[in-house]
């Protein structure tokens, strides 16, 4: 039983490696698609929000979400949006939308953070008295899964974008120079 233990930690190790390279593997891969079809990952990229949006108000009325937190995270999205512009694909890293998004989408995570581990925290912590029954809290699996959906997905989706401005010729820069030729001329 002695070498059988140390070889599962190295299989542990191994298999932590094969998913972190699996999992960079997929991020690139869903990279190159946003960069080959900007057009069509712009539109997926709205009508996400849109999506997330919808959820958000579905999540209030169903399972309980806190206004207030619900609200914030609906206004994130909005300011999410405005990265969506009509030169999308070339994303301006000073811009005030990118920069704000940059604070939000930290400060929208652990809003909803510190909310479910109250909530978790708070529930593990009452005891059950006569006739009185806990509401049941979210396990796991619901919590990440907010937090995938709800928190990341759209970040993630305009941080993957921002490769896309890697291969765009400027055209800017191009259209100035025109100006400037047709002014000389």
Known sequence: MGLLYYVSYI??????????????????????LIEEYSRLAKLVGQRSIYVIILLHIVFYF???????????????????????STSWPLISLTSPSFLASCVLVVADHFIWFFYF??????????????????????????????????????????????????????MRASACLQSTLLAVT
Do not use: K
């Open 62 to 84: 169903t399972d309980s979400l806190p206004l207030v937190q619900t609200i914030f995270s609906m206004t994130c999205h909005l300011v999410y949006l405005q990265n969506f």
């Open 117 to 170: 581990a109250r909530i978790t925290s708070g529930t593990r912590h009452i005891t059950s008295y006569r006739g009185v029954t806990l509401p049941p809290r979210p396990g796991f699996t619901e919590i990440a899964s907010f937090f995938a959906i709800c928190v990341w997905f759209t970040p993630l989706f305009l941080f993957l974008s921002l490769s896309a401005n890697d291969n765009a010729l400027p």
């Open 11 to 32: 299989a542990i190790v191994a298999a932590f490696c094969f998913v972190t390279l699996s999992l960079a593997s997929g991020l690139l891969y869903v990279s190159e």
